[in-house]
């Protein structure tokens, strides 16, 4: 019986929900916090304690607010004591939760939330309602400081300020991988990979700045950039080399760029100014992005359809893979992500998803493109599997502009 009280007990602690009766006291002033609640029913009183003795009321919250949020975002001791004076039914907010959504925000946002909260500490203290130890020892101009290099925000800052220089004066390129018919030999279309030129760093891949270029929205203004660029291309393209062939190509989207509202009509406006067949272009997006806002998403690539722009999924099989968005999102093609692609060979496991990823070309008359090609032996085995188009340094490294040209004539010479 014991024992059942306490696996009872323990799963109370687990449970989000917590009751206090009229009366009790919720948080106590100086006590490590370890949560914030946010009140569903009942009212509070909240009242500090001064350094002389004296007892401040500082009012009383109901459904609908927060209370001890400030220990969870600072670390520091309770400043003020909880008591309910109805009963309560509050939803807790523990430090680890927070610290889970706050580790994916923006590192601006950290900062200053930080700061705000670490100058009304001082506020508090300099009008002795909260004690001076309550405040922390460290001067706030000393705490302000250590923050910003926790988060690295100088950097993040300095970063994003040079970035929007880099898309305002051109040290955005852009480098085209082909995609490859493996039975031609042909190319049918090239996939769009962004690089910053920067003026003392030189090239720098994308991986070092998309996260930034995400999180401080400047991917928006990144992507239409890329968009135009391709563009341009394709008109210069058809109008200097028709007998090239129609090739395709593909841009890479951002999640925070369907945040953009409209932001596909910007691109609609490019391809009007450009006279660019929507045809003639793909946006990549991940599975994530399907989860993100549905019904937003959704929209969004049904007017991609409308308008005639193809739709096609990047790194398939390594995310949240869920069959059902198959036929809920009109999609044209899969990317077979390229860490399958790579261990094919060696692992019979992964070598049935490839053909299991195949078999939805056939069922669902979805395009596949394997991703990440090195070998002959890859692609040989890809063509025996009835996969005929491919991506990869087997056939091409991404290249700039001026080599897209002999690459093309190359391998798509006139036919006939
Ligand atoms: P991704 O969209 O999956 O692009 C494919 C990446 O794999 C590219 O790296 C490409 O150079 C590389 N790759 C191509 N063939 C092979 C191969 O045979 N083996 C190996 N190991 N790698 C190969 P890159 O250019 O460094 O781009 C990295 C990622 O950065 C891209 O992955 C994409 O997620 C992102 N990215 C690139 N350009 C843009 C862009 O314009 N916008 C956005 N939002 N993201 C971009
Ligand atoms: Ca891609
Ligand atoms: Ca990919």
């Keep these: 019986m014991k024992c059942l009280n306490k696996v009872r007990q323990g799963m109370d602690t687990l449970k989000a929900e917590k009751h206090f009766k009229a009366g009790e006291i919720i948080m106590a002033q100086g006590d490590a916090g370890t949560c914030a609640y946010f009140i569903q029913e009942g009212r509070v009183g909240i009242v500090v304690e001064k350094e002389d003795g004296k007892v401040l009321d500082m009012g009383t919250r109901g459904p609908g607010s927060i209370i001890g949020e400030m220990a969870i975002v600072d670390n520091q001791p309770r400043s003020a004591t909880i008591r309910s004076l109805e009963n309560c039914r509050l939803l807790e907010i523990t430090k680890d939760d927070f610290a889970r959504s706050v580790r994916g925000a923006n590192p601006i946002v950290r900062l200053i939330a930080q700061v705000i909260l670490m100058r009304y500490r001082d506020i508090l203290r300099r009008s002795q309602i909260l004690s001076s130890e309550a405040a922390g020892a460290q001067s706030p101009e000393l705490l302000e400081k250590e923050y910003a290099e926790q988060i690295n925000v100088v950097q993040a800052i300095k970063m994003a300020n040079e970035f929007k220089v880099a898309i305002a004066t051109g040290q955005l390129r852009l480098h085209y991988q082909p995609i490859i018919s493996i039975a031609t030999g042909r190319i049918l279309g090239f996939e769009a990979l962004m690089r910053w030129q920067h003026p003392e760093r030189g090239l720098i891949p994308p991986d070092l700045f998309i996260p930034m270029a995400e999180d401080s929205g400047l991917i928006i203004e990144a992507s239409r950039w890329a968009v135009r660029e391709v563009c341009h291309l394709i008109k210069r393209l058809d109008g200097q080399r028709p007998d090239l062939g129609n090739v395709y190509f593909s841009v890479n989207m951002s999640a925070t760029d369907f945040d953009e509202q409209g932001f596909l009509e910007t691109f609609h406006g490019i391809l009007d100014a450009t006279s660019t067949c929507a045809s003639r272009l793909n946006l990549e997006i991940t599975e994530r992005l399907l989860l993100k806002q549905p019904k937003n998403v959704k929209e969004t690539l049904d007017r991609c359809r409308e308008l005639g722009i193809g739709v096609v999924i990047d790194d398939f099989g390594i995310g949240y893979s869920s069959l059902s968005y198959l036929h809920q999102y009109p999609i044209d093609t899969l990317k077979i992500d390229k860490s399958f692609i790579h261990k094919m060979r060696q692992d019979a496991k992964v070598l049935g998803l490839v053909k299991s990823i195949l078999s939805l070309r056939d069922n669902l008359a979805i395009r596949v493109i ?28 991404p290249v700039a502009e001026e080599h897209l040209y002999p690459l093309l004539e190359q391998r798509n010479p006139l036919q006939g």
Excluded: M
Aim: aromatic share 10%; net charge negative; glycine share 8%.
């Design 370 to 397: 394997a991703e990440g090609v090195e070998e002959a032996e890859e692609a040989e085995l890809l063509a025996s599997l009835n996969c005929d188009v491919a991506q990869g340094y087997y056939f091409s490294r």
